[in-house]
């Protein structure tokens, strides 16, 4: 496949519950099957695997004329679903691979990469977990973080995939464990560059954070990352709803070194959230917002609860 654009599009996407339709006795997915009260059918599996793949191959084509290039992912069950969407209908003419590793996530769920294989070219990936406990001595288990070295045109890039703890038990309840999270995804940085000061990084995620939070602000002025979604952030912009309320719990931040046309041959150009008119509720009270899977137990037979961001990356 030649890329025959200057652009290469970098994105990410949570996507809401890819869970296949069989019991993992170890994980709590009692829900995703075809008998839960959810009703989670073969049938409603593979709409889920033809809307993903329609959103996934149509982010950021309006400038590179492509897919992505690289795209993190978040709530996905294991390698069969990734290997279900990359051969899915609106996806298998892209050839993605997939990079995976399972976590001890109590509900079985874990972040992914899914890249084009002529176009990036992966050294090496590992996992990285993030400790804090419920109780004294008590692990208490969420998603791991992952690190993917590689080669995108000819230029070496680190990519860190994260989806830090929620905010369910309440936001000021939760903050420690995605302050945590910042506090490994920095000590992986450092760690990288103690090798190589000059290396680059991509760092993409669902934080479960705005970008003003002290999470966010960590990684910029500890790792000095730059964040371009601080500015994509508004009242009427956002990649979920909450309440009304627009938040950019997703977001791509990099190294400042994708500024420097002298040492780069990859220079940062836009960041968006991808909010086309078809992935968002049509009418009624929720109108604009993301189409969801589900909405509680309902099933709503859409995308995702989240919209998916993206950066382009022009060639210098």
Known sequence: MINNTENFTIAFY????????????????????????????????????????????QIGNENSKASPAIIGLAEVENKKVLSDLVNSKNLIEQNYSFIHYDSKDERGIDVALLYKSDLFKVSHSETFSVYFEKEPGQQDYTRDILLVKGELNNEPINIIVNHWSSRREGVKETEFKRIAAAKVVNSIIEEVKNNDIHSKFIVMGDFNDNPNCTSLLLLENESALYNPFKTVWSRDNGSLNHNFQWHLFDQILFSTNFFDTSNS????????????KFLTQYKGKYKGQPFRTYSGKKYKGGFSDHFPVFIDLKTS
């Open 14 to 57: 949570n996507i809401e519950n890819l869970f296949d339709v069989n019991n993992n006795p170890f994980t709590y997915d009692d829900d995703f099957t075809p008998t839960s009260i959810k009703r989670w059918t073969p049938k409603r599996y593979q709409n889920k695997l033809l809307k993903l793949g329609t959103v996934i191959s």
């Open 265 to 276: 041959k990859l220079i940062f150009s836009d960041a968006q959230v991808f909010n086309s």
